[in-house]
């Protein structure tokens, strides 16, 4: 059945990293647009298979790991349950063989509804953008509206991208503004209601977002995931006001290392991902916890690592399908290769390294993986097992429920040599770090990493 095309707007959001409601610029242009019409809000799964075997990166795994299945349908029903109290609701197209994929269906529901107006949040990932490219060739006729919701800069705020994360840093922290920048009153804003779905879309109920049988499936399987890893919005804003009523952000730099443990760093990750969690509010709740209870290396620290985000976030996007290529950004290719069996080893945990094993053991499970432990474990895939770095990235996107794209390739790259780092090799001792980071052997015993 399709709609009638009248005068009046058709808005469909796409959403994809910006699953929340409080401070979604894009939501918020979407709201005001349509304020007159129709608006249709979809998560569209998968939707970059589309461009498998052209000019994406060719690495590739069957489907996503539970854990972070897990994740996104936590976040998508969250953002649901938000989006159906301000009257409307999250329709959800999935990629599936059964069905046409979800690219198909978008194009379907496009045409059906007589969009006008499709919303999107800016994004760095390369695949992302280039079905949006093919949408607005498809249909020209529509209007687009991109907001910032990812990161904490509307633009670059410099003229280039500089080569080193430091260079970057030194450079926005010496401009005041920038620095101190509060964006409180823009995180005030939140819809108060959304225009409902267009009428004919009222009996499409294959339309509307719920957890199917084999979502269910999923949720039932005993992953042991952090028990406080849960997906969506409340989730991450709870979290986030747990986190700054504590102590730990005092404690920050001292702790962050440790390999297993809630408290020792953030864990804002996962939210800030698939943008459950805004970075904007978490900058200002650091702020606050700054002026109001104290300030010192460690919440400094807090401020540093999130700069680290954004600068992955703007070389991701300057430097497009080249954040997936084997030389990088470098001009050199590294002399790794490709091994079947020594990459299962890696993957599996059964490499000649335990503390690698526990990790890799840790991500299977929980879908999580403590910066420490990410570092070492790429390390020793490229420089102890000769592997090419981008099946440990690829295999990090399949299994990280804070997978992003734009901070996954970009510390891949730089600890493969091949990315933003001056000195070219990261190569860890992994037996000094295992007396560093696990004197007792406890984090390799809990997860079973022996050799
Ligand atoms: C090989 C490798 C792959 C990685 N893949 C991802 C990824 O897919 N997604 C992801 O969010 N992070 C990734 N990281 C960065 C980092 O490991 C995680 O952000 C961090 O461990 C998440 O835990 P946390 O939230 O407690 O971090 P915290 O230590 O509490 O840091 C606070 C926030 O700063 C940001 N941050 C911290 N370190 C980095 C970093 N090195 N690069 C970019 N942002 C950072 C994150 O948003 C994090 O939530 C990767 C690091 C490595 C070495």
Same mark, same amino acid.
């Given at each position: 059945?399709?709609?009638?095309?009248?005068?009046?707007?058709?808005?469909?959001?796409?959403?994809?990293?910006?699953?929340?409601?409080?401070?979604?610029?894009?939501? @918020?242009? +979407?709201?005001?647009?349509?304020?007159?019409? #129709? %608006? *249709?809000?979809?998560?569209? !799964? &998968?939707? /970059?298979?589309?461009?498998?075997?052209?000019?994406?990166?060719?690495?590739?795994?069957?489907?996503?790991?539970?854990?972070?299945?897990?994740?996104?349908?936590?976040?998508?029903?969250? @953002?649901? +349950?938000?989006?159906?109290?301000?009257?409307? #609701? %999250? *329709?959800?197209?999935?990629? !599936? &063989?059964? /069905?046409?994929?979800?690219?198909?269906?978008?194009?379907?529901?496009?045409?059906?509804?007589?969009?006008?107006?499709?919303?999107?949040?800016?994004?760095?990932?390369?695949?992302?953008?280039?079905?949006?490219?093919?949408?607005?060739?498809?249909?020209?006729?529509?209007?687009?509206?991109?907001?910032?919701?990812?990161?904490?800069?509307?633009?670059?705020?410099?003229?280039?991208?500089?080569?080193?994360?430091?260079?970057?840093?030194?450079?926005?922290?010496?401009?005041?503004?920038?620095?101190?920048?509060?964006?409180?009153?823009?995180?005030?804003?939140?819809?108060?209601?959304?225009?409902?779905?267009?009428?004919?879309?009222?009996?499409?109920?294959?339309?509307?977002?719920?957890?199917?049988?084999?979502?269910?499936?999923?949720?039932?399987?005993?992953?042991?995931?952090?028990?406080?890893?849960?997906?969506?919005?409340?989730?991450?804003?709870?979290?986030?006001?747990?986190?700054?009523?504590?102590?730990?952000?005092?404690?920050?730099?001292?702790?962050?290392?440790?390999?297993?443990?809630?408290?020792?760093?953030?864990?804002?990750?996962?939210?800030?991902?698939?943008?459950?969690?805004?970075?904007?509010?978490?900058?200002?709740?650091?702020?606050?916890?700054?002026?109001?209870?104290?300030?010192?290396?460690?919440?400094?620290?807090?401020?540093?690592?999130?700069?680290?985000?954004?600068?992955?976030?703007?070389?991701?996007?300057?430097?497009?399908?080249?954040?997936?290529?084997?030389?990088?950004?470098?001009?050199?290719?590294?002399?790794?290769?490709?091994?079947?069996?020594?990459?299962?080893?890696?993957?599996?945990?059964?490499?000649?390294?335990?503390?690698?094993?526990?990790?890799?053991?840790?991500?299977?499970?929980?879908?999580?993986?403590?910066?420490?432990?990410?570092?070492?474990?790429?390390?020793?895939?490229?420089?102890?097992?000769?592997?090419?770095?981008?099946?440990?990235?690829?295999?990090?996107?399949?299994?990280?429920?804070?997978?992003?794209?734009?901070?996954?390739?970009?510390?891949?790259?730089?600890?493969?040599?091949?990315?933003?780092?001056?000195?070219?090799?990261?190569?860890?001792?992994?037996?000094?770090?295992?007396?560093?980071?696990?004197?007792?052997?406890?984090?390799?015993?809990?997860?079973?990493?022996?050799?």
């Amino acid at each position: 059945m399709s709609n009638q095309p009248s005068n009046k707007k058709v808005t469909l959001v796409l959403f994809h990293n910006d699953l929340r409601v409080a401070d979604n610029a894009t939501l @918020l242009k +979407a709201a005001a647009l349509s304020s007159n019409g #129709r %608006l *249709l809000l979809v998560y569209a !799964s &998968s939707l /970059t298979d589309r461009l498998k075997n052209k000019d994406s990166h060719t690495y590739h795994y069957d489907s996503l790991s539970h854990a972070r299945k897990q994740f996104l349908f936590e976040s998508l029903a969250d @953002l649901n +349950a938000s989006l159906m109290q301000l009257g409307n #609701r %999250l *329709l959800y197209l999935p990629n !599936s &063989s059964a /069905t046409s994929d979800s690219f198909t269906q978008l194009s379907e529901l496009i045409e059906q509804q007589y969009v006008t107006d499709i919303c999107v949040s800016k994004t760095a990932d390369y695949n992302q953008n280039q079905v949006y490219e093919l949408l607005q060739k498809q249909y020209p006729q529509i209007s687009w509206h991109v907001q910032t919701t990812a990161t904490l800069f509307d633009e670059l705020p410099l003229e280039h991208l500089p080569k080193s994360f430091t260079q970057f840093r030194k450079k926005i922290e010496s401009n005041h503004d920038l620095l101190h920048a509060e964006k409180d009153s823009v995180i005030c804003l939140t819809p108060k209601s959304l225009s409902p779905l267009p009428e004919s879309m009222f009996n499409r109920e294959g339309y509307f977002f719920k957890i199917d049988r084999s979502d269910t499936q999923v949720l039932n399987e005993h992953i042991q995931q952090q028990p406080n890893f849960k997906g969506g919005e409340s989730s991450g804003l709870k979290h986030l006001k747990g986190y700054f009523d504590s102590d730990a952000p005092s404690t920050y730099k001292t702790t962050r290392n440790v390999l297993d443990d809630w408290t020792h760093s953030t864990k804002f990750s996962a939210w800030l991902a698939n943008g459950s969690l805004s970075v904007n509010m978490v900058l200002n709740r650091l702020r606050r916890y700054e002026r109001d209870i104290m300030a010192n290396d460690s919440t400094y620290w807090i401020w540093f690592e999130l700069l680290w985000r954004e600068y992955f976030y703007w070389y991701a996007a300057a430097h497009q399908q080249k954040l997936f290529w084997l030389k990088g950004i470098a001009q050199h290719s590294p002399s790794t290769q490709f091994n079947q069996k020594r990459l299962a080893q890696w993957k599996h945990g059964q490499t000649p390294y335990s503390i690698v094993n526990a990790c890799m053991h840790q991500l299977k499970s929980t879908g999580y993986m403590s910066n420490r432990g990410r570092q070492l474990v790429a390390s020793c895939l490229v420089h102890e097992l000769g592997l090419d770095w981008r099946y440990g990235a690829t295999y990090f996107e399949q299994h990280l429920i804070d997978y992003d794209v734009a901070s996954n390739w970009g510390n891949w790259q730089y600890l493969a040599g091949v990315g933003a780092d001056p000195r070219g090799c990261r190569q860890f001792n992994l037996n000094k770090q295992t007396e560093q980071y696990d004197p007792n052997g406890e984090f390799i015993r809990k997860w079973q990493g022996e050799v």
